[in-house]
């Protein structure tokens, strides 16, 4: 099969596509034929090893994909192959054939097509264990989200609209953007390159702040945030895309009493395992709702991978990004 190949720690533009075996699902696994696989920022931080997991060299990059069984790994039943599915993997999507663990491969709904599908696994549960879990968002609440018009902000805007938010709040560095990010659901989008946003959040709660602020850019944007988070705030931070971290002053923080908490979700598949199957099922029942569906801005050929990731890293892509075959 063919498949991306990553030898050393490398940019975009040393990937490779390579021939290499089909792999054999383990027991517990399940292998797909992929038809399209979704592009993360995680993806051009590992292959740099500037992720917080450093995969065995030479390996496959991709966390997520849509395709259709091929095989089944010992003991398992239930997912016929032929069957349309989405799926998450630790490594491993940009390549024709995939496997993944059992509990992380679902059936898609018919709703989605494969490039939606492939897009919806990983920032949806993303977002939606942010704003639920982590966020505490209540029926009611204003919440801030930064960087709206990427993928993970766009499933966060769709998610804090379906979990009954009062008021959507969402940053983002265009006029095209803002329009984007408002039709997905926002009451108001701030463009962050000409107006603070401190301000604007203030100015639409008439000084009170945002109750949960959802942050995948960290820098300054999270140290800007503490000073328009309401009382009982809720600040998660979910990654770093300004490649900064945040500095918070804890004299602040008690003084305000706001939160500052952290999502790493892939932890709670070692960690609680259990929480990611409930997760899935809320996330589905809000799904079947209406309201959640990825925005799939660019697609690309898999041999088109390092253009796709210098779209990704340029700030000028919406939604989300998909690598076909």
Not at 223 to 246: D, H, M, P, Y
Request: with cysteine; proline share 5%; hydrophobic share 40%.
């Amino acid at each position: 099969m063919k498949a991306v190949r990553v030898h050393d720690w490398c940019q975009p533009r040393d990937l490779t596509i390579e021939e290499i075996d089909v792999p054999e699902p383990q027991a517990g696994e399940v292998l797909v034929r992929v038809s399209a696989a979704a592009l993360n920022y995680p993806d051009v931080l590992i292959i740099g090893g500037k992720y917080q997991v450093k995969p065995p060299l030479p390996f496959t990059p991709g966390f997520e994909f849509c395709g259709t069984v091929e095989r089944l790994g010992d003991g398992l039943s239930g997912l016929e192959p032929g069957t349309r599915v989405m799926a998450q993997c630790d490594v491993g999507a940009f390549a024709e054939f995939a496997v993944a663990p059992a509990v992380s491969v679902h059936p898609v709904p018919q709703e989605l097509s494969d490039a939606e599908a492939a897009a919806f696994p990983l920032v949806y549960q993303t977002s939606y264990f942010a704003l639920a879990y982590r966020g505490q968002l209540r029926q009611g609440e204003t919440v801030l989200i930064h960087s709206a018009a990427g993928g993970v902000g766009l499933a966060a805007v769709q998610i804090a609209r379906a979990l009954g938010a009062g008021k959507i709040i969402g940053t983002a560095g265009s006029d095209e953007k803002l329009a984007l990010v408002r039709e997905q659901g926002a009451d108001l989008a701030i463009n962050y390159e000409s107006e603070d946003f401190v301000e604007a959040v203030k100015r639409e709660t008439e000084g009170r702040g945002a109750d949960a602020i959802f942050d995948p850019v960290g820098g300054e944007v999270g140290q800007r945030s503490t000073k328009c988070i309401a009382f009982e705030g809720r600040l998660v931070i979910i990654g770093f895309t300004s490649g900064k971290f945040s500095t918070f002053q804890s004299n602040h923080i008690l003084v305000k009493n706001y939160s500052v908490v952290g999502l790493h979700w892939g932890y709670y598949r070692m960690m609680k395992p259990q929480k990611i199957e409930q997760g899935w099922n809320e996330l589905m029942d809000l799904f079947r709702q209406g309201g959640l569906k990825p925005y799939v801005g660019a697609t690309f050929k898999m041999d088109q991978i390092a253009d796709a990731m210098e779209l990704l890293l340029s700030r000028r892509a919406v939604g989300k990004i998909v690598l076909q075959w």
